[in-house]
């Protein structure tokens, strides 16, 4: 994907472009608001990454004239700010997602690749499928090769979430804003419980596992036959 | 420099505007007072020249001319007397002091000239010219010289009444400035001297309930508070020296080690691990801190709404239930439906789960936990809702509850389980940013961490329903 990133701290920019050009993907470097407006304007991105805080104009106010010109690719802040404000603050403004430095490389590459690559037409698709394992939205059943399986309200929530974003991996901390709106660290291993719940209801005798952890990023709904994409359902390798 | 300085004060302004407003209003009154004195003094002496005409043409009309004559000039004589004039009809002055007045009739105003007492004497004359029929007219006048005497004891009393007006204003105002600015000087110096760093002081009170003792009072508690938040930024630096010097030192260490030591990839990797991960904690315990702050200031007030707290417990207890379980605990949840309160749905959401941690973790395997939410407190309608998280653990001493609250404070038999120790620090500041009372109380056996809120307006069960 083609990434425009607008970050003027010139450490985190060379780090997040280099893993994210690790990852094979494009990225476009701006410093100052006034240029990352000037290269959004050309378009052609599938996401950008700014930064709250940038000399001249602002993350907010930058967002702020981009939606405002049209500019519709989804948004990622970064930002040292870690309040609860500031991230109401962003979204209001026209961010789509919002990231607290210091982050892992994989959290980002994670949640870009969620952003960049949602399907326009998955919120009105009534049926989701993976390999063998079919979701009615509407009728909110699950089966697995035919066979019903029963899941509760929050397992259904989980492993919808993870069917919208098949093939990518998604992390811990998407999994807890999205399903449980936990918007803070919890110390308790609550998406790992949960997670191995649903793998076990998930199970079938000969059946191969369809989610799969990703080691120190996330996890990942796969169905076993295809093959992986590239940058999109790996881990994502932090720049070295 | 000391009396620029007074002069420079408000209360001296403030009196020397009083003093102007006072002299303005005693100039008016005193206006008043002349103007009215001076025109009943005139309407006496009209009066008392038109009673003298009536009575001298009595006279006329009794005993002709000769007796008119006579009259006047006895009349004349005495001190004090009017001045008068009778003219005969050829325009001559048959009797009195006045000159000849031609054709003027009525009142008139003679200047000294006109007068001729006899005595040398001029004055300045009111005079009424009557004509008495075949050509007599007799002019009956009377001095200015009364009203003027009058006049002018009333104008030297009030120019004294307003000399001392001044002198008392100027000399008073100079007085209380003074006195105010004497005080005004010990709150100064108060605070010159906390500035310097004796934090202790505190500003004399007189006990009189004034303004400035209520004002004195006022600054009092200011820093009290401030001592207080000092106190409390000195317990965190203290607390940040012991608690994250340890895992920094340690990571230090870590990393000092693997520059000696490792002699593979493998023994740098394990390292590298283990300082990313000695990192990551530090940063969670940063991030704990932060939040508190942030909590502590207040700020987030402002984007409270209304929040619909029985699905927000529904979602912790149901978030935490498998977790209790794995562990072998009992999470059990009883929440009354419907219960709204109005605050942060973010932060409420990380205490309640602060605290169904905190009960996990410090339970014995075994143990059940409760998450319970009542509209109102038991027996008490008027009171807000109550959430509560209830364990039948060891619980906590009694005398130990008080400081549990306090950040990374662990109680000593639990320095072995993992976590900061921010946990109910950051309870007890979201507790307070909500005006929530949060109770420790023993559950026998077992604790139970309550918070009771404020009660809401009946409209909040309404408007909820929107904001949900």
Excluded: C
Excluded at chain 1, 2 to 27: P, Q
Excluded at chain 2, 136 to 146: L, T, Y
């Amino acid at each position: 994907m083609k990434v425009l990133l607008i970050e003027d701290d010139r450490e985190t920019a060379s780090y997040v472009a280099r893993g994210l050009r690790e990852n094979g993907h494009v990225v476009d470097h701006a410093a100052t608001g006034r240029d990352g407006l000037f290269l959004a304007a050309d378009g052609g991105h599938d996401v950008l990454v700014v930064d709250r805080m940038l000399p001249g104009l602002d993350g907010l106010g930058l967002v702020r004239a981009l939606r405002e010109t049209g500019v519709k690719a989804p948004v990622l802040f970064l930002t040292a700010l870690g309040g609860v404000g500031d991230r109401v603050k962003g979204l209001e403004a026209g961010g789509d997602d919002y990231l607290v430095k210091p982050f892992a490389f994989a959290e980002l590459l994670a949640r870009l690749n969620a952003l960049a690559r949602r399907p326009p037409l998955v919120e009105v698709q009534a049926v989701l499928r993976v390999a063998d394992l079919e979701m009615d939205r509407l009728r909110r059943t699950v089966t697995r090769g035919g066979r019903r399986v029963e899941l509760q309200a929050r397992e259904f929530q989980l492993l919808e979430y993870l069917m919208r974003h098949a093939e990518r991996v998604v992390t811990r901390t998407m999994l807890l804003e999205a399903v449980w709106d936990f918007h803070f660290d919890p110390r308790t291993n609550i998406v790992e419980t949960h997670m191995s719940r649903l793998r076990a209801k998930l199970a079938q005798p000969g059946a191969p596992e369809l989610i799969h952890t990703i080691r120190g990023a996330g996890y990942a709904l796969r169905a076993p036959a295809q093959p992986t994409q590239a940058g999109g359902a790996s881990a994502g390798r932090a720049p070295a | 420099m000391r009396l620029p300085r007074l002069l420079r004060t408000a209360s001296l302004r403030l009196a020397a505007l009083y003093l102007l407003l006072f002299t303005a209003s005693a100039v008016v009154l005193g206006a008043v007072v002349f103007w009215t004195t001076r025109a009943a003094l005139d309407g006496q002496a009209r009066a008392r020249i038109q009673a003298e005409v009536a009575s001298l043409r009595d006279e006329y009309q009794a005993g002709g001319l000769p007796r008119l004559i006579a009259a006047v000039e006895a009349r004349g004589r005495g001190a004090g007397a009017l001045d008068y004039l009778v003219q005969g009809a050829e325009g001559r002055r048959l009797a009195g002091e006045i000159a000849p007045l031609g054709q003027r009739r009525g009142w008139l105003r003679l200047d000294a000239a006109e007068t001729d007492d006899g005595r040398g004497e001029h004055e300045l004359v009111r005079a009424l010219a009557v004509p008495f029929g075949e050509g007599i007219v007799v002019a009956v006048g009377d001095d200015f010289e009364r009203i003027a005497e009058a006049e002018e004891a009333i104008l030297r009393a009030f120019a004294w009444a307003i000399g001392l007006t001044l002198l008392l204003g100027v000399g008073g105002g100079a007085w209380l400035s003074h006195l105010f600015l004497r005080r005004v000087d010990a709150i100064g110096r108060v605070a010159e001297a906390i500035i310097e760093g004796d934090l202790a002081r505190r500003v004399p009170v007189r006990g009189t309930g004034d303004d400035l003792d209520r004002l004195a009072a006022t600054l009092n508690r200011m820093l009290d508070r401030i001592a207080i938040l000092m106190e409390s930024l000195r317990q965190v630096s203290n607390d940040i020296a012991h608690d994250l010097r340890t895992p920094l030192s340690r990571l230090g260490q870590r990393l000092e080690d693997a520059r000696a030591h490792a002699r593979s990839v493998a023994d740098y990797e394990r390292a590298v691990e283990g300082a990313a991960a000695e990192a990551e904690a530090l940063l969670g315990t940063f991030a704990a801190l932060l939040r508190i702050a942030e909590v502590e200031a207040g700020a987030q007030r402002a984007a409270f709404r209304w929040v619909d707290l029985s699905r927000l417990a529904e979602t912790v207890a149901d978030a935490f239930a498998p977790v209790a379980e794995d562990e072998g605990r009992a999470l059990r949840a009883e929440i009354a439906p419907g219960v709204t309160v109005h605050g942060d749905q973010e932060l409420l959401t990380q205490m309640l789960a602060n605290l169904v941690e905190n009960a996990l973790r410090h339970t014995p395997p075994g143990s059940r936990v409760r998450v319970l939410l009542a509209e109102q407190a038991s027996g008490d309608p008027a009171s807000g809702p109550v959430l509560s998280v209830e364990d039948n653990g060891t619980g906590i001493p009694e005398n130990e509850r008080g400081r549990v609250l306090r950040r990374f404070h662990r109680l000593e038999q639990s320095r072995t389980t993992p976590g900061s120790g921010l946990g109910l620090s950051l309870v007890a500041a979201v507790a307070e940013l909500h005006g929530a009372r949060l109770g420790l109380e023993d559950a026998g056996p077992g604790l139970r961490v309550s918070l009771a809120f404020p009660a809401g307006h009946p409209g909040a069960v309404l408007s909820s329903a929107n904001d949900a």
